[in-house]
Nanobody, 126 residues
Framework: QVRLVESGGGLVQAGGSLRLSCAAS????????MGWYRQAPGKQRELVAA???????NYADSVKGRFTISRDNAKNTVYLQMNSLKPEDTAVYYC????????????????????WGQGTQVTVSS
């Protein structure tokens, strides 16, 4: 079993900062890309930022220059530093990881699977 546990959400005023963390645990052989998604009420879930195992990053246009994604491969943890927060950043933030689970003598060519965290609420007040 692979488990993703998020932390760091909360309530902050516009212009403030928050840092989200997501730790992967369990039977992980290798973790490829990790990322953060968000879903606001009445809207579809959208990609916020993603990072490969090699450190390449990708951001939604709406957060470029304000959010920074990073990861610690030794800790199987991904972070999202969110600065200059706006009310429109209010959403439930979900961690996502593309994982090769430790099943039946895995290799780096073994199939990988998407795993999701339970979500953490971020609320930005105006």
């Amino acid at each position: 079993q692979v488990r993703l546990v998020e932390s760091g959400g909360g309530l902050v005023q516009a212009g403030g900062s928050l840092r989200l963390s997501c730790a992967a645990s369990g039977s992980t052989f290798s973790i490829n890309a990790m990322g953060w998604y968000r879903q606001a009420p009445g809207k579809q879930r959208e990609l916020v930022a993603a990072i490969t195992s090699g450190g390449s990053t990708n951001y939604a246009d709406s957060v470029k220059g304000r959010f920074t994604i990073s990861r610690d491969n030794a800790k199987n943890t991904v972070y999202l530093q969110m600065n200059s927060l706006k009310p429109e950043d209010t959403a439930v933030y979900y961690c996502n990881a593309d994982v090769i689970p430790y099943i039946a003598r895995p290799t780096f060519q073994s199939p990988s699977y998407d795993y999701w965290g339970q979500g953490t609420q971020v609320t930005v007040s105006s």
